[in-house]
């Protein structure tokens, strides 16, 4: 089999015609309005209201600082119970707002926190509960809110990888607390950068509000001591466009994980994550865990690295073996995150990859394990 000439990576930004969001930057330079809650601010903050299903919702430049800052908007202080199996930005987000984590263990089958180790590691210094949705599998969403009301706990969802998804026909980001969505241009929806927290109580938004404009209220009034955080008018420019096509990016996804699954489901030694059929997947990622498969997960990487192929470890490692908590947490406490994170790979996805590329992979994964 040839190398690539061009090289395919793990995922490819989607961007809607060129000319569609050209016509949306003149309004923009005709009022030279740039930022601070512009028109298209907005617009988008509304129709994404809609299109996800939630009732309140506020934007920001990106979603680390919209999770950072809902933290900070909910005046936590104690021990903070979440998964050591996620991006940096969620345990980040949590010390940042001088929060302890404490790790617990995820599933072995849809690798998000396994709900029914929560209610072991609560103490009386407990104040919240951030689980992850991971790789757009929901999180046991029922069992941690029932966790969470017994002992009066917060639930803040990293809702980064779920973005339009839907249990039982309800919102993802209308369950727990809050929810925070991500609008990186890696994502399966993006506005180049972006995120946005789904809340409940009303007296959040005006406290998020602050947060993300230096606790400015208006031109004489400064009620808080806030960050920038701030979406400006080309992030959500980018965000309305792309939401005209997210469907039909969706449904591209979608064709090409059926043929990953197709080609791979049933090969002994390679796990993939079984489908809820209360779940509305948007498909933004294709991991593939490779236990007991002949061929180890490094391996398969380096294999599919040689034809230019890019996978990627994700997540690997654990957050809980980051050089930057070193001596702070035990990868041995969370065991079965630790060997997923050693395992899984996630296989190129983007709405415009070419099914043959699908093809290639697999069959470099089925002629390196023989």
Not at 56 to 68: D, I, K, R, T
Not at 123 to 150: L, S
Not at 271 to 287: F, G, H, I, T, W
Request: aromatic share 10%.
């Amino acid at each position: 089999m040839e190398k690539l000439d061009a090289p395919v990576l793990v995922t490819r930004s989607s961007l809607p015609p060129l000319e569609e969001y050209v016509d949306m930057l003149k309004p923009i330079w005709d009022s030279a309005w740039l930022t601070n809650m512009g028109v298209y601010h907005e617009e988008f903050k509304e129709q994404l209201k809609r299109y996800l299903k939630l009732p309140s919702l506020e934007l920001f430049v990106n979603g680390h600082m919209a999770l950072e800052l809902a933290i900070q908007a909910m005046e936590l202080k104690g021990e903070v119970i979440t998964t050591p199996f996620t991006f940096a930005s969620t345990t980040h987000a949590i010390v940042r707002n001088g929060l302890t984590p404490v790790f617990c263990d995820i599933n072995d089958r849809d690798y998000t926190i396994d709900a029914d180790l929560i209610e072991r590691l609560i103490t009386d210094k407990t104040c919240a509960i951030v689980p992850v949705h991971v790789y757009g599998n929901v999180c046991d969403v029922e069992k941690i809110q029932k966790i969470a009301d017994r002992h009066h706990l917060k639930v803040i969802y990293d809702a980064a990888h779920t973005f339009g998804e839907e249990l039982d026909g309800r919102g993802v980001g209308q369950w727990g607390d809050v929810s925070m969505f991500s609008f990186h241009a890696t994502k399966v929806f993006h506005s180049i950068e972006g995120g946005a927290v789904a809340f409940k109580e009303k007296n959040l938004k005006r406290r998020l509000y602050q947060l993300k404009n230096f606790g400015i209220m208006d031109s004489e009034t400064v009620e808080y001591v806030g960050a920038n955080g701030k979406m400006n008018e080309f992030q959500a420019a980018m965000g309305l466009c792309n939401l005209r096509h997210v469907d039909e990016a969706i449904a591209k996804r979608k064709k090409l994980a059926m043929r990953y699954r197709s080609r791979l489901e049933g090969i002994q030694g390679i796990r993939l994550c079984s489908e809820d059929p209360r779940v509305k997947y948007n498909y933004a990622y294709m991991p593939v865990v490779f236990d007991g498969y002949k061929a180890g997960r490094d391996e398969i990487f380096q294999a599919l690295k040689e034809k230019n192929i890019h996978t990627r470890k994700y997540f690997y490692p654990c957050v809980n073996s980051y050089e930057c908590y070193k001596g702070d947490f035990r990868p041995e406490d969370t065991p079965v995150a630790d060997r997923i994170s050693k395992q899984v790979l996630t296989l190129p996805l983007y709405e415009d990859l070419p099914v043959e590329i699908v093809d290639m992979v697999c069959d470099i994964i089925e002629e390196t394990g023989c």
